[in-house]
């Protein structure tokens, strides 16, 4: 299991992933992050056919000042594509206005193999992302 967070406020623009600067908990070395960096690197360390991995994102999100009110969104990315089935979508009322938003997912790895997971920014105008939180778990 490892968890990344991204406790200040960042902006992220339109495509960008969520930046995770802290690793308070990293206990596997089938998962790698680089702190500072938006990618978790999944590796399929497995006697099996693949390794299985729950992943999970939680996080507040809001339009920044000089932004426009409107839909805004973020989605769990594997390989760099989101995935629509995680995309977490929200329209605040006003500008700087807090979101709380979470999905998760699981992820298959084939043996000997990685996978990137990520978390993007899938609005149409940048955003700000505070309390980001990615945990990653080794389901088999």
């Known amino acids: 299991m490892a968890e990344f967070t991204g406790i200040a406020l960042q902006t992220v623009d339109a495509g960008q992933n969520v930046v995770f600067t802290e690793t308070?908990?990293?206990?596997?070395?089938?998962i790698q992050h680089r702190e500072g960096s938006g990618i978790v690197k999944l590796r399929g360390l497995t006697n099996n056919c693949k390794a299985r991995f729950l992943v999970s994102f939680s996080g507040n999100i809001q339009i920044p000042t000089g932004?426009?009110?409107?839909?805004?969104s973020v989605a769990i990315a594997v390989d760099g594509e989101p995935l629509q089935s995680t995309r977490m979508?929200?329209?605040?009322?006003a500008l700087e206005n807090m979101w709380n938003v979470s999905s998760q997912v699981y992820v298959d790895v084939p043996r000997g193999c990685c996978v990137s997971v990520a978390v993007e920014n899938t609005s149409t105008q940048a955003i700000q992302v505070q309390n980001a939180n990615l945990i990653a778990v080794r389901e088999g």
């Open 89 to 93: 979508i929200v329209t605040p009322a």
């Open 24 to 30: 308070p908990v990293c206990g596997s070395n089938c």
């Open 67 to 72: 932004g426009t009110v409107e839909a805004i």
